[in-house]
């Protein structure tokens, strides 16, 4: 998804993983192309409730590292850029359950990064 209008932009993540994807990077080369230059970009990292909370804060900056290094070396340069962990909070989908493949399913978008350009 593509934000317009000052909204996140939002990449998601498979389970466990901080790589980014097909779909995730095609996501960020569309948000460069309308990016405001040299304005700050806030990138904030998320996942999901299943894991240690300590394992999904550093899964969550992992992610959010990602996509700063996917943006600075597209252009985008690194102090303009603040990343945050936000680990479990903000939970887009709350999904009873442990974790099967429907839970995990269910829970995939909390698995996510947002960036917002201010």
Do not use: M
């Not at 993983?17 to 230059?37: F, I, N, V």
């Amino acid at each position: 998804p593509v934000a317009a209008n000052g909204e996140a932009t939002v990449v998601h993540f498979a389970f466990a993983s901080a790589e980014l994807t097909e779909p995730g990077r095609a996501t960020l080369d569309s948000w460069l192309a309308r990016a405001p230059k040299d304005k700050p970009v806030h990138v904030s990292g998320y996942a999901d409730r299943l894991g240690p909370v300590r394992y999904n804060l550093r899964l969550s900056r992992r992610r959010a590292e990602a996509v700063k290094h996917y943006l600075t070396d597209k252009g985008i340069k690194a102090r303009n850029i603040r990343i945050i962990a936000k680990g479990e909070s903000d939970l887009i989908r709350h999904c009873p359950g442990e974790a099967t493949p429907a839970t995990k399913d269910c829970l995939a978008p909390n698995r996510r990064v947002e960036i917002n350009a201010k």
